[in-house]
């Protein structure tokens, strides 16, 4: 993927598209920021980032805005206070902010409130991450026990039908 497709890709405009599956916003296969510098280069993540946390901004009631310098700032210390962090958790926190999950932003918005509401969300974050993982890991265990009993009944199944027509002697199979 080009950095030109990664910032159409993490548009603000998908954001909420991405928010309807949260399990995939944590375990899925969204780049963290990290990946993301590593990938696309500086400009490329901190001008997504910006996007991303623009949005938050602009939909407060705010009268007092962040300045451009405020908001090129806010996405450094994102992504330097948060390399682990998913693009997709980005996200996910600014339609969270949005719908009321961390509070009212009152009559201005500051990059200090924003930060504040993201370290709670990391926290968070990090423990749906381990739910999400331990729920999936728990349901492929289930699959692979459910797999193995119908192989089990199977064979089970097999042996039966062979000792009723009388294919193999009975005397020769194991307890």
């Known amino acids: 993927m080009t950095a030109?497709?990664?910032?159409?890709?993490?548009?603000s405009k998908y954001m909420y598209a991405y928010?309807?599956?949260?399990?995939?916003?944590?375990?899925?296969?969204?780049?963290?920021?990290a990946d993301s510098l590593h990938e696309y280069g500086r400009d490329c993540v901190l001008s997504v980032i910006d996007e991303i946390l623009y949005s938050l901004v602009t939909f407060t009631s705010a009268?007092?805005?962040?300045?451009?310098?405020?908001?090129?700032?806010?996405?450094?210390?994102?992504?330097?206070?948060?390399?682990?962090?998913?693009?997709?958790?980005?996200?996910?926190?600014?339609?969270?902010?949005?719908?009321?999950?961390?509070?009212?932003f009152y009559d201005r918005i500051d990059p200090i409130d924003i930060t504040t509401a993201l370290t709670k969300w990391w926290a968070e974050c990090q423990q749906?991450?381990?739910?999400?993982?331990?729920?999936?890991y728990e349901q492929e265990q289930e699959a692979s026990r459910d797999e193995s009993d119908r192989t089990h009944r199977a064979n089970i199944d097999e042996i039966r039908t062979m000792l009723l027509n009388g294919l193999c002697?009975?005397?020769?199979l194991k307890s």
Request: aromatic share 8%; glycine share 6%.
């Open 128 to 136: 749906l991450r381990n739910q999400y993982r331990l729920a999936r």
């Open 4 to 11: 030109q497709e990664f910032k159409t890709m993490y548009n």
């Open 63 to 104: 009268r007092v805005q962040l300045s451009q310098e405020q908001r090129g700032r806010l996405a450094w210390v994102v992504l330097t206070q948060y390399p682990r962090m998913r693009i997709t958790e980005l996200i996910l926190f600014v339609v969270k902010a949005q719908s009321g999950k961390f509070g009212k």
């Open 19 to 33: 928010a309807m599956d949260e399990e995939r916003c944590h375990i899925g296969t969204a780049p963290t920021l």
């Open 169 to 172: 002697d009975p005397k020769k």
